[in-house]
Nanobody, 116 residues
């Protein structure tokens, strides 16, 4: 089991910034990557950013230059720093873990709402 707990969501105005946190516990040694996904009403869940155990990162084209994923191994926490937010970023943001060899875990999600 790899419990994931997201925090940091909220209501903001356009162009503001917000940082989300994903606290990881359990079988941390078995995690290959931690991912942030988001889902808006009526839309598919989409990958926003990913960071591997070797600290390689990827960011979706829609957030490149605005969002940054990072990790603090001492705190077992992965962050998603979100800058220059716009209403299209409104979604429930989920933390997800890719677990070796072929498993995954999800957090409960945190709502981010951006008004224009």
């Amino acid at each position: 089991q790899v419990p994931l707990v997201e925090s940091g969501g909220g209501l903001l105005q356009a162009r503001e910034s917000l940082s989300l946190s994903c606290a990881v516990s359990g079988r941390i040694f078995s995690i290959h990557a931690i991912n942030w996904y988001r889902q808006s009403p009526g839309k598919k869940r989409e990958l926003v950013a990913s960071i591997t155990s070797s600290t390689s990162t990827i960011h979706a084209d829609s957030v490149k230059g605005r969002f940054t994923i990072s990790r603090d191994n001492a705190k077992n926490t992965v962050y998603l720093q979100m800058n220059s937010l716009n209403p299209e970023d409104t979604a429930v943001y989920y933390c997800n873990a890719d677990i070796r060899p072929d498993d995954s875990a999800w957090g409960q999600g945190t709502q981010v709402t951006v008004s224009s």
